[in-house]
């Protein structure tokens, strides 16, 4: 049986090739930019470089179900924008009182906003998707290890035990549907069952445990240093976690990717914004083109 | 003789509110490079002892516990599992509970770094474990993404990554298929024999594993019953323990020839020293999955079948074929074992034949309702009784009814498994399909011999049973037709003694010993044909002789 999460799995790709350090701090870059910038355009730009990553780096298929599912984050977004937003001038439906939100006066701004804040919203979940499915989160607990053995190695814990816990529900649930009558309808058959879920994880959590301890956790030590030459990887995506974030400063501090959707929508497309979506699009692909080292 | 690396002294161990004692008065020491094999039937006290030599018991579980364990020289009532376990590895039975980490690299380098070792000497261990146990190959890979002999493996990597001087291993094949189980076993003799490892293994499958050990330590109630070579403990069992036996000693037993065989080897060697081996045939070859090589029992006239699979695929969204044009027909009251690797589509089938999933082309016929066994048991109770989870009568049909006040946490491996049996067969109308997965995991011989008694009987009420298994001779003791699986595909299909007979792996002890003559699969079988071929032999002796002019029982 196939679980619906996402976890990391080791591929052969360029991404997956960088260290997690350097893979965590390119992701951050993209994160970050998705936070500073607010024009349309860049946005899209921003998103079709993030899904080619994906691609780039073999999840492709994963990042764009995950865009689907999306939907019942952004829609709401929009919707809400559109109903609590008295700042637009350009009305195109009135809906009269709606109670609560006063005048239904729906403007053309308020779904633009609406749009963009959805945009960035979803640009943040691809961005932590895309770094969940390529970083691997050994190596940066080892990072963190260096800091606090137990918090890390128990987070460590919960990132494998999820996928294990996960199936363990599947399996109870299956059990169920196999009973003659069913599963335990009713409340006081859901609490058996979620009594039997939660017994089921004690039970898993005794056995980690008891493999922890004969393991020699409570005399753990902090994780080594472990010394590791840069790969060109490491390089290339170093550079271009730079390269992105002074592009989102430039321009978040410029003119060439002002957006204001209030009161009337002012996102001007010039050469220069052109050229930041192209350079956004280069800084992150490009890293994407040497699959050299790969394995 | 050299210092003991474990000892144990008078110990007894009772587990917190339990009144019997897990382990009782139990005395037994164990030097540097010996193979140990832990026997006994379920609940008697192979897993206490483990956790006991690790500290476990009682730092972990509690308990009342008297006498005294040393390893390497520590006392384990001074020392807890964390420290002692720079003596000693152990892997448990579920894999799936003893990988903590995302890749296999991390795995098997936590514990070294757990322990403070530096980056090299972290990094040279992780190689070094990975190349002695062959999963160099998978130090990148996803811990989710392994098979369950993979994942056992790799747990076997990190108890042995800190380079213990004991691995204690608690029944590690329970899970995995012949071929795998077989692998590990390989993998632990080399151990053994190559690193002077000394190694203590929990094991219901003797007959997997006698012929690799030095010593068996048998345990009955907590207590040590026998502890002596494999030899002197298969002539033990026959007296003390019949349910300990191994098909090999058990066949030989019925034939009346000694001594008892730990293995297939020695007992051919025994046989053919006698003139008893069967001539070396030639295999025929496996029943293909045609019409033609059905069982006989299908093709005498051809009544509505109880379920019929018609070409079933199931394929995942962005994955692999599960199954692949699976085409199956079980006639009501016919008993058939699924057989195959891990990963070969058993499970899914089963599922398919419950309903429990679609198929993504093709079609399953039911003639009722298919009941379906998952592995777990557990997974079916949510009650705090007994007799709340199944109805009076399914209870009494599984010989449950006294047990209805009792928790079902609390009944023993055997037991849940006729409580979960009671559970999807329900009362009232009989189910025309019992759909078993891997219904002897972890089970001792008795309770594995009850269970193929009771799916006897209700395959002679008219009930198909079918059973997915990796255990030949559980698959022999209780089905009549074989059908075996490899990559989603039935890859042969025939009687148990055609497809149980004629190979390494998926054949009975009986049978590779006697190279499939007659289509032995069982000791009793077996038994029979030695004695009708020794028969035959005192016969064609006697006219020798008779032809040669010499009286009867003169020497040659």
């Not at chain 1, 349309?40 to 998103?47: D, E, G, Q």
């Not at chain 1, 640009?123 to 290890?145: G, K, N, Q």
């Not at chain 2, 071929?179 to 590990?184: K, N, P, S, T, W």
Request: proline share 6%; with cysteine; aromatic share 4%.
């Amino acid at each position: 049986m196939r679980s619906s999460l996402l976890f990391y799995r080791r591929m052969a790709s360029p991404l997956h090739a960088a260290r997690a350090g350097v893979g965590a701090l390119w992701a951050g870059a993209l994160a970050l930019a998705a936070l500073l910038l607010f024009h349309p355009l860049v946005l899209v730009a921003l998103l079709a470089a993030v899904l080619c990553a994906g691609w780039g780096a073999g999840v492709g298929r994963t990042l764009a179900r995950s865009m689907r599912r999306g939907a019942i984050v952004w829609l709401p977004i929009v919707l809400v924008n559109v109903l609590v937003s008295r700042e637009g001038l350009t009305v195109f439906a009135r809906l009269g009182n709606l109670g609560p939100f006063g005048q239904g006066e729906l403007t053309v701004e308020a779904v633009v906003y609406g749009a963009v804040i959805a945009l960035k919203v979803m640009l943040l979940i691809l961005i932590t998707t895309l770094a969940s499915l390529t970083v691997d989160p050994d190596e940066m607990l080892r990072i963190l290890r260096r800091l606090s053995f137990r918090s890390a190695l128990t987070a460590s814990l919960a990132t494998r035990m999820i996928p294990v816990l996960a199936a363990d529900a599947q399996r109870l649930a299956e059990a169920q549907r196999t009973r003659p009558e069913g599963a335990p309808r009713g409340a006081r058959g859901r609490v058996a069952l979620l009594g039997a879920v939660i017994g089921g994880s004690l039970d898993r959590a005794m056995d980690v445990a008891a493999t922890l301890e004969v393991r020699g956790f409570a005399t753990a030590r902090r994780a080594p240093r472990s010394p590791r030459p840069w790969s060109r990887h490491d390089v290339a995506f170093l550079l271009s976690a730079a390269a992105v974030l002074a592009l989102a400063i430039l321009g978040r501090v410029s003119s060439v990717a002002s957006f204001n959707a209030y009161p009337e929508i002012h996102a001007p497309v010039s050469v220069g914004t052109v050229a930041l979506c192209l350079g956004l699009l280069a800084a992150v692909l490009l890293p994407f083109t040497d699959r050299r080292g790969i394995e | 003789m050299s210092a003991p690396l474990l000892s144990f002294q008078e110990v007894t161990y009772r587990y917190p509110g339990v009144q019997a004692p897990a382990l009782s008065d139990v005395s037994i020491e164990i030097g540097p490079g010996e193979f140990c094999l832990l026997a006994g039937l379920s609940g008697h006290g192979k897993s206490t002892l483990l956790q006991a030599a690790c500290g476990l018991v009682p730092h972990f579980h509690g308990g009342e516990f008297a006498g005294r364990v040393t390893l390497a020289g520590h006392d384990t009532r001074e020392h807890g599992p964390a420290r002692l376990g720079a003596f000693a590895g152990v892997l448990f039975q579920d894999p799936e509970t003893q990988l903590v980490m995302s890749t296999v690299r991390a795995e098997l380098a936590l514990v070294l770094e757990s322990r403070g070792h530096g980056a090299g000497a972290v990094a040279r261990g992780v190689e070094e474990v990975a190349l002695a146990l062959g999963i160099d190959a998978l130090l990148e890979r996803s811990t989710h993404d392994l098979s369950g002999g993979e994942k056992q493996r790799v747990a076997l990597g990190a108890a042995l990554a800190g380079r213990p001087r004991l691995v204690l291993l608690d029944e590690p094949t329970s899970q995995l298929d012949p071929v795998a189980g077989d692998e590990l076993i390989g993998l632990l003799r080399r151990l053994n024999q190559e690193w002077e490892t000394t190694i203590v293994l929990a094991e219901h499958r003797l007959e997997r594993c006698l012929s690799s050990v030095d010593r068996v330590i048998a345990l009955d109630h907590g207590r040590v019953v026998c502890d002596s070579d494999p030899p002197a403990f298969l002539e033990w069992a026959a007296e003390g323990s019949p349910a300990l036996q191994t098909p090999a000693a058990k066949l030989f037993a019925l034939a009346g020839l000694r001594p008892a065989p730990a293995g297939v080897r020695r007992a051919r060697a025994t046989l053919r020293a006698n003139g008893l081996l069967p001539e070396e045939v030639e295999q025929p070859p496996a029943p293909a999955a045609s019409k033609a090589a059905m069982p006989r029992l299908r093709r005498a006239g051809k009544p509505a079948a109880a379920l019929e699979l018609k070409g079933v695929w199931h394929e995942l969204r962005d994955g692999p074929a599960i199954l692949r044009g699976v085409s199956l027909r079980v006639q009501p009251g016919e008993r058939v074992a699924l057989m195959g690797r891990n990963g070969a589509g058993k499970s899914t089938l089963l599922r398919h034949a419950a309903g429990l999933l679609e198929p993504t082309r093709g079609r399953v016929e039911r003639a009722g309702r298919v009941a379906l066994l998952l592995q777990n048991p557990g997974d079916y109770f949510v009650h705090e009784r007994v007799g709340q989870e199944a109805p009076a009568d399914a209870l009494a049909a599984v010989g449950l009814a006294q047990m209805a006040e009792r928790n079902p946490r609390d009944l023993s491996g055997g037991e849940r498994q006729r409580l979960a049996l009671a559970i999807v067969t329900g009362s009232g109308e009989a189910p025309a399909v019992l759909a078993l997965d891997e219904p002897t995991r972890g089970m001792d011989r008795a309770a594995k011999d009850e269970l193929a008694q009771e799916l006897k009987r209700r395959a002679a009420e008219g009930q198909a049973v079918i059973v997915a298994t990796h255990d030949p001779e559980f698959a022999a003791a209780c089905a009549q037709r074989a059908v075996l699986m490899a990559d989603g595909r039935v890859i042969a299909d025939g009687t148990a003694a055609e497809l149980l007979a004629g190979g390494w792996y998926f054949a009975t002890e009986t049978a590779r010993i006697l190279s499939g003559a007659g289509g032995a699969l069982l000791p009793e079988q077996g038994a029979e044909l030695l004695r009708a071929r020794a028969h035959g032999r005192e016969r064609a002796g006697d006219d020798d002789r008779d032809s040669a002019g010499v009286a009867p029982g003169a020497a040659r």
